[in-house]
């Protein structure tokens, strides 16, 4: 049996024409269904269903043999334990900084003053201000960022930005896009040694029709 990991919604939706091109179709609907696992039409294939951030996780100990995740996921992560393959090249977004229309961004990083930066994704942020050489106060969220400039709660947000509209309903822009993210394909490393004979065509199929 192998076990593949995903989360509902766009990398669900933007996995599906992969499994498609590896012969592998999902018997139900997850935005219809209650059912955590899967079945596919391949006795031998299923797909579980778990939260984005814990892809890598169920991966890495082998609770699925391998599964789809967005970069951001696996900086964060550390993608211990974890063979990627492939970008995929779905789920696409940029990390970029943003900060309300009125505080100056570029005047705070000039005059090297303490920012204070609100973000799900420290570890990114953290290094991405290292890098720069900028001294950051990081406070951790775990829901929508956009409102800790608002509040006060923050100077600025490091956050995952597609279209750009939850940040214009917000009054925020965006001030630097660093990093260009999509979504990896990754495999249980002992997975990879144990099941190649089953997993080896799913690779190579999934390779095969990764989107432009
Ligand atoms: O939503 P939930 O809390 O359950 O989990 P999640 O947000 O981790 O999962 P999901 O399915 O929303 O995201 C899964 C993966 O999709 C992420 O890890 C990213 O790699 C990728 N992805 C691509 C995105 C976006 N685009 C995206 N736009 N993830 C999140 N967003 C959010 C962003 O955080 C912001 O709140 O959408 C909002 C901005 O969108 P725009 O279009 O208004 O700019
Ligand atoms: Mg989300």
Redesign the pocket.
Known sequence: MLTLAL?????FEETLPLLAAAGITVLEDPEKSRKLILPTNRDDVRVVLV???DVPTYVQYGGADLGV?????LLEHGGEGLYQPLDLNI???RMSVAVRKDFDYAAAVKQGSRIRVATKYTEVARQHFADKGVHVDLIKLYG?M?LAPLTGLADAIV?????????KANHLVEVEHFMD?S?RLVVNQAALKLKRDQLKPLIDAFASAIPA
């Open positions: 989360s509902k919604g766009r990398i939260r984005a951030t995740a967005g970069k951001d996921v789920a696409k977004c929508s956009e956050d995952l930005v597609s279209t750009g509209s939850t940040l993210i979504s």
